[in-house]
Nanobody, 126 residues
Framework: QVKLVESGGGLVQAGGSLRLSCAASGRTFSTYAMGWFRQAPGKEREFVSA????????YYTNSVKGRFTISRDNAKNTAYLQMNSLRPEDTAVYYC???????????????????WGQGTQVTVSS
């Protein structure tokens, strides 16, 4: 079982930036994919971004391409989500998730992830 702890959320004006961090412990981090999902009030949880174990392959939902960047530091067991040009519609609770090993799994699907963090609130004001 892996424990995930997100940090870095907060309140920001439209056009601003935030960097989310996800610290992992309890299981091998470096050989597993990591993902970020979000859930806005009254909506279902949705995929935001994911990164394969090596960091070489990344995935984004269309609405954040060009604005968000996912990365990881395997030496620190930490994944990051740099969010720039934030919009009010980005407001949500953001969750990091521990994904499948190596190159397996459909990272766009929440069912590919075995462990989840508690979430961090991101609020973008207009």
């Amino acid at each position: 079982q892996v424990k995930l702890v997100e940090s870095g959320g907060g309140l920001v004006q439209a056009g601003g930036s935030l960097r989310l961090s996800c610290a992992a412990s309890g299981r091998t981090f470096s050989t597993y994919a990591m993902g970020w999902f979000r859930q806005a009030p009254g909506k279902e949880r949705e995929f935001v971004s994911a990164i394969r174990w090596s960091g070489d392959t990344t995935y984004y939902t269309n609405s954040v391409k060009g604005r968000f960047t996912i990365s990881r530091d395997n030496a620190k067991n930490t994944a990051y989500l740099q969010m720039n040009s934030l919009r009010p519609e980005d407001t949500a609770v953001y969750y990091c998730a521990h994904g499948p090993p190596w190159l397996s799994g459909n990272l766009y699907s929440s069912s590919a992830y075995a462990s989840w963090g508690q979430g961090t609130q991101v609020t973008v004001s207009s």
